[in-house]
């Protein structure tokens, strides 16, 4: 079964500082790699995906992730933290055998004024 | 275009008590999805629908949980009897169904469940 390790689980940045969120799976290759964003009371929300195109992936709110094959990592960068920015991310896989999408445990994201 | 709806947003019940969930996917979405996420955790697959047939649910708890999407729209989760460790947010997504496993899945608010 396909898997991903979110190291820490908890970031605190202060506002305008570099948000990195570190990813990273065991998966038999190609591989499937998701960033969602969930907000307090809110449903999980697509950051951006990664499917074997561009290792580069750029997402909604200025997000974007790269895929190291040699890594086996995908993590999440933003240049600058804004307060809107606080919220729970997680880092989900797709294997090529297994169909399901199987998420970490997460990463609260702080944003200090 | 409206998300995925999910009703009721919040539900306490006694162990060994029944519950039952609904959700409404985005329109024209033809897969279904309901995870389970445990506090602290990432959400987890319990079953998943195309259509009205069952794609996968060989994470479902059969014992006690069961799911329909009876006309391939709307579906139902009942859990009966619940247990403490059914303590969890419900989340029910849906997808388009297009490109096939990359499908983007879009979930719904969710629906915290305490056992008590």
């Known amino acids: 079964a396909q898997s991903v390790t979110q190291l820490g689980s908890h970031v605190s940045v202060s506002e305008g500082a570099l948000v990195l969120l570190r990813c990273n799976y065991s998966?038999?290759?190609?591989?499937?790699l998701f960033w969602y964003v969930q907000y307090p009371n809110q449903g999980l929300q697509l950051l951006l995906k990664?499917?074997?195109?561009?290792?580069l992936v750029k997402g909604i709110n200025g997000f974007e992730a790269e895929f190291k094959k040699s890594e086996t990592s995908f993590h999440l960068t933003k240049p600058s933290a804004h307060m809107s920015d606080a919220a729970e991310y997680f880092c989900?896989?797709?294997?090529?055998?297994?169909?399901?999408?199987?998420f970490g445990a997460g990463t609260t994201v702080t944003v200090r004024a | 275009e409206a998300g995925v709806a999910q009703s009721p947003r919040y539900k306490i019940i006694e162990k060994r008590q029944s519950v039952a969930f609904w959700c409404n996917p985005i329109?024209?979405?033809?897969?279904l999805y309901w995870y389970q996420q445990i506090l602290g955790q990432g959400p987890k697959l319990l079953i998943q629908?195309?259509?009205?047939?069952?794609?996968?649910d060989s994470q479902l708890p059969k014992d006690r949980f069961s799911a329909e999407r009876l006309k391939g729209v709307d579906s139902t989760l009942k859990i009966q009897p619940a247990k403490l460790e059914d303590s969890a947010v419900y989340l029910c997504?849906?997808?388009?169904?297009?490109?096939?496993?990359?499908?983007?899945?879009?979930f719904g608010p969710g629906t915290r469940l305490t056992v008590l």
């Open positions: 997504a849906s997808s388009l169904d297009t490109a096939g496993i990359t499908d983007t899945q879009y």
């Open positions: 998966s038999s290759v190609p591989p499937y």
């Open positions: 990664y499917t074997s195109a561009a290792t």
């Open positions: 989900a896989v797709i294997g090529a055998n297994d169909y399901k999408l199987s």
């Open positions: 329109s024209g979405h033809a897969t």
């Open positions: 629908f195309q259509n009205n047939g069952v794609v996968d």
